[in-house]
């Protein structure tokens, strides 16, 4: 697919720069004029990965978060978030609902299940010790 | 964040955006005002909170278990589309009233 823009975002794993990035995102993928509802689960998508690289992949000291997005040929918009963090040793059940491995923080275990519901395409690919990449892609202008 | 007592127990009128950043400060603010007052009812107003995240199912989840523990309940009010859209996700509208 031919990318018609794109732009990468990489900054300090802090809880502080969570609504940066989700903002960030959507006001970038504003040039493929999403309705509200699209814009929302973008947001919230965009939430729940980068929130999950705070949280897990750099539980236990500092690192960089890197997004890129991609707005490709037919409305298609493209997100990558990745860390070099911790990684996920079992990629399919940390993708499971409700599964979490940080319930004592009162997680739900439910951010993968966001990013699946409200994106049309997701996928993360995860090495131990090394980092986690999630993906995700959404066709804007379906439901107009 | 706006917490308002009556008879029935304690309402929270919360504000802003519910992520990882800000659910640990509200969740505290929530916690020592449940020990405070012992309410039977908790009502979480989300009229005027502009996002939420999973983030926000844990922290509901999390006051969920704090009042049943105490034999009170729980009350989701005024949620806005995109708020139900992730709480509905989460299956919280079945251990809280939504309305
Ligand atoms: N970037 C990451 N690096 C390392 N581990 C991760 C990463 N993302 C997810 N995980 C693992 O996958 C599990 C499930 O993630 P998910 O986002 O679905 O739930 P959660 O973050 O635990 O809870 P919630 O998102 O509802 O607050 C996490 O508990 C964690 O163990
Ligand atoms: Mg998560």
Redesign the interface.
């Known amino acids: 697919m031919k990318v018609m823009n794109e732009f990468e975002l990489k900054f300090r794993a802090k809880s502080e720069n969570e609504s940066f990035a989700r903002t960030t995102v959507c006001a970038f993928a504003a040039q493929l004029d999403p309705n509200i509802s699209e814009i929302s689960d973008i947001r919230t998508a965009v939430s729940e990965a980068v929130t999950n690289c705070i949280v897990h992949a750099y539980k236990n000291g500092e690192g960089t978060v890197v997004i890129n997005v991609k707005l490709l040929d037919g409305n298609m918009l493209y997100i990558k978030v990745r860390d070099k963090g911790c990684g996920i040793a079992d990629v399919q059940k940390a993708m499971e609902p409700m599964y979490t491995t940080a319930e004592s923080d009162e997680r739900a275990g439910l951010g993968f299940a966001v990013m699946e519901n409200f994106m049309d395409k997701l996928a993360v690919t995860s090495k131990p010790g090394k980092g986690t990449t999630v993906t995700m892609r959404k066709r804007i202008g379906n439901g107009k | 964040m706006i917490l308002k007592q009556h008879e029935r127990g304690l309402t929270v009128l919360l504000d802003g ?1 519910i ?3 800000a ?1 640990k400060t509200i ?1 505290e603010e929530i916690d020592t005002a449940i020990y405070e007052t012992v309410p039977d009812e908790l009502v979480l107003d989300f009229s005027i909170v502009s ?1 939420m ?3 926000g ?3 509901v ?2 006051r969920y278990k704090v009042m049943h523990e105490n034999g009170g309940s729980i009350v989701i009010e005024g949620a806005t ?2 708020i139900v ?2 709480m509905k ?2 299956g919280v509208d079945k251990l809280a009233r939504i309305r």
């Open positions: 955006e992520d990882h950043h659910s969740r996002f995240d999973s983030s199912i844990g922290l989840l999390g589309q995109p859209k992730v996700l989460s």
